[in-house]
């Protein structure tokens, strides 16, 4: 486990949001995190968010499998180039 000192983050990509129990006050968010530390690395995580006092707050999240990007996606680091013409060469 590297401390977060340690990692430089160097992108976010939204996987999918979940709003279907927004009305109850609770979101979803996955999302996969792309890092720097020792080596190239990743957080796919599933976050749950409860919505409490006018405000969002991140309740949990599932640690999921790494999340392979597609060729034809736009690269994580912001680039908006497609992938596999950025960091998926
Ligand atoms: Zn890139």
Redesign the pocket.
């Known amino acids: 486990m590297q401390t977060i000192h340690e990692t430089q983050w160097r992108?976010l990509k939204i996987l999918k949001t979940d709003k279907s129990q927004i009305s109850q006050g609770v979101g979803y968010v996955e999302f996969a995190a792309f890092y720097k530390s020792k080596g190239d690395g990743q957080l796919h995580e599933n976050s749950k968010f409860i919505y409490e006092n006018g405000q969002w707050y991140y309740f949990d999240g599932v640690i999921l499998e790494p999340y392979s990007v597609g060729r034809n996606e736009a690269?994580?680091?912001?680039?908006k180039?497609k992938?596999k013409k950025?960091?998926?060469k």
Do not use: D, L, Q, T
């Open positions: 992108g690269c994580w680091c912001g680039s180039k992938y950025c960091h998926g």
